[in-house]
């Protein structure tokens, strides 16, 4: 199991380094105490699970006694984040947080954390200051560090409009204006999965409109993954959700292959209509 501990100074952004942890797969857990890890990784182990992480900060300050010993008989990998002084102040001041060790003096607050994750810094094995870094550079800084990438995943969802428009999805795409199978007594008890569904669909009159839902589709996705988006979700819909809207999902998902990791489901398709 690769076990890695995330550590720094408040503000430094270890939430959104937790997120992308947990994008690669990493089972995270805030502040659990040292001498509880080994349980931990014993149990998740035992589960099948092959990344694991803890975020330890200075609120874990009564239960840092035993926190090199632990490290030494575990052998983590130690990931330390900090920033300078003015920027953390800054952000403090954005968010309007209260600082873990309390509500006093933030200056003399910051300088105490430093000083109690110091032995836990000297540890590290990768101090990234991310005073100047976005989001997205600090989790294109783990990526590089990890040797691992979360890649960006696409969703295709088909659904019926007459059961509801999926809350989750980015974007909603009509594809009601092609042939309805719905009104073909042969065709009618069948699904979009189904080859001769799927060609009376896709008529070769409805190819233009099919061709501008996957150009919008392919141009929404690549967006997002530019933004740093780890996922997109696109809703595909028609009426009830068992013909024509799966027919059109599994068909973007086929030719989206190429450029993107996709995953196609479908949520009303065993729905009577």
Known sequence: MRFLVLSGLSGAGKTTAK??????????VDNLPPGLWKPLLQELEGRGVKRAGVVLDARALAFLGDLESVL???GPTVVYLEA??????????????VHPLGAGNLLREIGEERRIL???????????????LSPRALKEALSRFLGEEAGFLLRLLSFGFKWGPPQEADLVLDVRPLPNPHYDPALKPRTGLDPEVKAYVFREEVEPYYRALLSVVGLAAEGARKEGRAFYTAA??????????????ERLAEELAGRFRVEVSHRDVDKEE
Do not use: K, Q, W
């Not at 300078?84 to 947080?97: A, C, D, H, I, S």
């Not at 110091?118 to 100047?132: F, I, N, Q, Y």
């Open 118 to 132: 110091g032995p836990l810094r000297a540890r590290a094995h990768l101090v990234l200051d991310t005073s100047e």
């Open 236 to 249: 595909i819909g028609c009426t009830g959700g068992r013909h024509r809207s799966v027919a059109a999902a």
């Open 19 to 28: 997120g992308f942890l947990e994008d690669l797969g990493y089972f995270m």
């Open 72 to 74: 030494d008989e575990l």
């Open 84 to 97: 300078r002084p003015e920027v953390l102040l800054r952000r403090y001041n954005l968010t309007r947080r």
